[in-house]
């Protein structure tokens, strides 16, 4: 249960701003267990985002990275898209517009899996079908903007957990969603990652969304880490005041966790 | 299909009142210009008494209303018949057909040949924005886009024709040579070389501005950081995916240019005698045609709206977002 | 002032501001330097350049002289080049601020016309216009602008869409003011300055066009231009190249000078609107 995927100490990440610099992310200290379902929370501006592009290794060539990130779970410096999966936030832009679905996802296939076109597309079909996309030939060939908001994020996981990866980062991936859409995504999500073993990092503002399904919360704040631990125990007894003020702006106690999974 | 179709008939219609306001201001033209149709037929027979000319104008139905005329012009046009020229004592409709293969196949080969080597270069630069050799070509390119085509062309004629005596400075081709076939071809293209050098690197250096803009656009959207997260190359995102996108308003411009680059190639067929369209023109100016210059501004109209179709064709084509909503449009 | 900083600051904006500069010194001091007719005949004919102190860049087929002739010259492609986009402009705005304000059919047909001076190349349409109207200074501009107000009749019409809904608008028609004037005083000076950095760009292309006219001999033939000039040694072209290619070079230093600043102007300004 406690076997690390990867450890991050003294991360700290300067983006070069217009007026000197701008600290993204100060000093983060984290660890993250193999096969653990964890919730980043915070607000806009806090460092979550960055914290997510830090992991892929996808930060902008003039970022600043000071620390480290160790990858214990790997055996060598894991790649985004094989070892490591992303869903954005708004599917609508992060799949190109001008290329059939399918081939987004076949291309990942093709690449990282060394699949024949064939065989590619076979898969890209049974991810479609895994992501719970209705009549999958004919989404294989749709271009995204005929599909809705909904089947686009569905078609942006597909292609994230095409190459079998072991962590899945989703950064704000269902919140340019309405809440029933979002509610399915986040049920998509949980029941991939428990079927296939996966890490998820669940990057999001909505500290309800993330009780729900979330094995422990890491809750940041102006580039700082304020307060982690196993959700039930966050939930029930911040120790940090700002986590209760999240907690008491987003959630009554008495609501009801938006997906019914138990918490683990 | 059906989509590209329904756009072609929406524009085919909308192109309809452009036309004819074209067509209104081309008589408009020649009502303003000195003499008309029956000076026109005089000159080419010798000249003639008043009596003559009187007659002319009636049968010519030149003695009409202006609304009359208008009426007789527009009838005219329908049946293709755009008047008789003056200098050249032969129907309007003969001569342009005579001449506009020469300035298409001008113009088709500037076309490609910047559309093609600027948009490669453009992805070039653009792969790396701010990089070394990025720098280098689009200043390099904005300098090319400030360069007159006509004097480009007097440039690449002093140094190809003159100095290095490998391209001939003018003509279409040689002249009673007796080629045929491929021989012909090869001759033709021999004398283009310089005339769609000075003509297409213009355009050359204004698609690869585009194409480079374009990149460093679509670099910064979504869809490219998401192709890095998936692993995918520099290069595979370059061309794959970013290019693709880059491309999309380059074909835009291309419609947009039609045009102008018509207007271009009247200087460049000057400077290099080529018996095209646009020396057409020049000679129709210099010859105070006014009937053969209108027919000639008809003529490049029709031409370029039928350019701008297949260009709205290609995008379509290109693009599987437009015309998706044309039910709301 | 901001955006004069800036130009000033990047080293493309300095350079065209640089090239710019240059010309208009040339062209200001052109009758001072070289006063009289540039058109008459100075010297011996063909002189080639550097051979004499009296002409530097040597003479023409007729002995006049060619570095004379150079300075007059930018005289001309500025004053054409300025006064086309000045006419372009004002007549676009015009069209365009009063088709975006009017809306419904006499936005219509104003922009078919709009459409229809797109369509009809722009050089034929000038070509047209001097060989009706005959070659003089102001014909050639006007026949220039014929070509060009359609861009600034679209982009001002697209402003004037923009900012009609906006609220100082809407406040000025409800204290009642004319349509017109709201026009006048609120919406045009609104649109102006995407309008002004599409006017770099048609200065460019009227000295481009005017150079092309004068080479075709459609220029005012009683000044002296880069475009006759080139059309001139074109004669010569194998004995004398430089004839032709001395005023060439004028020609793109003056447009590169014009684009480098249309460039950075736009930059400074999407910068300036980018800004909240």
């Known amino acids: 249960m406690s076997e690390l995927l990867a450890s991050l100490r003294d991360l700290t990440v300067t983006y070069a701003a217009e007026q000197g610099t701008h600290l993204a992310l100060d000093g983060l200290d984290l660890d993250i267990v193999k096969g653990e379902r964890l919730a980043v929370i915070g607000e806009s501006g806090s460092g979550k985002s960055t914290l997510a592009l830090a992991l892929g290794g996808l930060l902008p060539p003039e970022t600043h990275i000071e620390g480290s990130i160790g990858w214990p779970g790997f055996a060598a410096q894991p790649q985004p898209g094989l070892d490591i999966g992303f869903v954005f936030q708004d599917a609508g832009a992060s799949l190109n517009p001008v290329i059939a679905v399918g081939r987004q996802i076949t291309e990942i296939a093709r690449l990282h899996l060394g699949l024949s076109r064939r065989k590619a597309r076979e898969r890209a079909r049974a991810l479609l079908a895994r992501v719970r996309i209705p009549d999958p030939d004919t989404a294989l060939a749709a271009f995204p903007h005929q599909l809705s908001g909904g089947q686009r994020q569905r078609v942006a996981i597909a292609a994230a957990i095409a190459a079998k990866p072991s962590l899945l980062i989703a950064d704000e991936a269902t919140s340019a969603l309405d809440t029933i859409v979002q509610a399915e995504i986040v049920a998509l999500l949980d029941e991939l990652v428990r079927a296939e073993g996966m890490t998820l990092i669940f990057i999001t503002h909505d500290i309800a969304l993330a009780s729900g399904f979330a094995d422990r919360i890491v809750v940041l704040r102006d580039a700082r880490l304020v307060e982690t631990g196993p959700t039930a125990a966050l939930l029930g007894a911040p120790k940090q005041a700002y986590t209760a003020k999240l907690l008491a702006s987003h959630i009554g106690l008495d609501t009801p966790p938006l997906v019914a999974g138990e918490p683990a | 299909m059906n989509r590209a179709l329904r756009l072609l008939r929406r524009r085919l219609v909308s192109s309809i009142p452009v036309l004819l306001i074209v067509i209104v201001g081309a008589f408009f033209l020649l009502e303003l210009a000195p003499g008309d149709a029956a000076d026109a037929y005089l000159l080419s027979i010798g000249g003639g008494d008043p009596a003559l000319v009187q007659a002319l104008r009636q049968s010519y139905g030149l003695e009409g209303s202006a609304g009359a005329r208008l009426w007789l012009y527009l009838t005219s046009l329908a049946r293709l018949d755009l008047g008789w020229s003056v200098i050249f004592n032969r129907p309007i409709s003969d001569l342009i057909l005579e001449r506009l293969p020469n300035t298409l196949w001008l113009m088709g080969s500037a076309v490609a040949l910047s559309f093609t080597v600027g948009s490669l270069l453009g992805i070039v630069a653009g792969s790396k924005p701010g990089s070394w050799g990025d720098r280098l070509l689009s200043t390099g390119s904005l300098a090319l886009y400030a360069v007159p085509s006509f004097w480009l062309g007097l440039v690449l004629i002093v140094l190809f024709s003159v100095q290095l005596r490998w391209f001939p400075t003018s003509g279409i081709e040689t002249i009673a040579s007796g080629k045929e076939g491929l021989a012909r071809a090869r001759d033709i293209a021999w004398h283009l070389a310089l005339p769609v050098a000075a003509l297409g690197f213009i355009y050359l250096a204004l698609f690869l501005r585009m194409m480079r803009t374009g990149m460093a656009e679509a670099w910064r959207q979504d869809y490219a950081l998401a192709a890095r997260a998936r692993g995918l190359g520099h290069r595979r995102i370059a061309v794959f995916h970013i290019a693709r996108n880059a491309l999309l308003p380059l074909v835009t411009m291309l419609g947009l240019q039609a045009a102008s680059m018509l207007g271009g190639s009247v200087v460049i067929e000057s400077v290099f005698a080529i018996p095209g369209f646009g020396r057409l023109a020049h000679e129709a100016v210099a010859g105070r045609d006014a009937p053969l210059l209108t027919g000639i501004i008809l003529v490049s109209t029709v031409l370029v709206i039928l350019v701008n179709l297949a260009v709205d064709m290609a995008y379509a084509l290109l693009d599987p977002r437009v015309g998706a909503n044309e039910v709301a449009a | ?276």
């Not at chain 3, 065209?16 to 540039?38: E, M």
């Not at chain 3, 007729?62 to 005289?75: E, S």
């Open chain 3, 1 to 276: 002032m901001n955006v004069f900083k800036r130009l000033l600051r990047s080293p493309a904006g300095a350079a065209g501001l640089a090239l710019l500069a240059l010309l208009a010194l040339a062209a200001l001091c052109a009758p001072l330097l070289f006063p009289g007719d540039p058109l008459a005949i100075a010297g011996p004919p063909l002189t080639p350049p550097f051979t004499d102190p009296a002409f530097p860049l040597g003479t023409d087929r007729l002995g006049r002289n060619v570095l004379a002739g150079l300075f007059h010259g930018a005289q001309a492609s500025l004053a054409v080049g300025l006064a086309a986009a000045a006419v372009s402009i004002v007549a676009g705005a015009l069209v365009g601020t009063v088709a975006g304000f009017a809306g419904g059919l006499v936005d219509e047909a104003l922009m078919r016309v709009v459409d229809a001076f797109q369509t009809v190349p722009g050089f034929l349409l000038a070509l047209a216009f001097v060989s009706v109207a005959g070659a003089s200074l102001a014909v050639v501009i006007l026949a220039i602008a014929l070509g060009a107000w359609t861009g600034p009749a679209r982009l001002a019409r697209a402003e004037v869409l923009s900012i009609r809904e906006r609220d100082y608008v809407a406040a000025a028609r409800i204290i009642g003011m004319h349509p017109a004037e709201i026009a006048l005083r609120e919406v045009l000076p609104n649109a102006l300055p995407p309008v002004l950095a599409l006017a770099a760009v048609i200065v460019g292309n009227a000295v481009l066009i005017e150079s092309a006219l004068s080479f075709l001999g459609l220029g005012d033939p009683n000044i002296v231009t880069w475009g006759s000039m080139i059309s001139e040694g074109r004669n010569v072209l194998r004995s004398a190249p430089f004839l032709s290619i001395v005023p060439g070079i004028g020609l793109v230093v003056t447009v590169l000078g014009v684009y480098l600043l249309a460039e950075e102007l736009a930059d400074a300004l999407a910068t300036r609107k980018a800004r909240p």
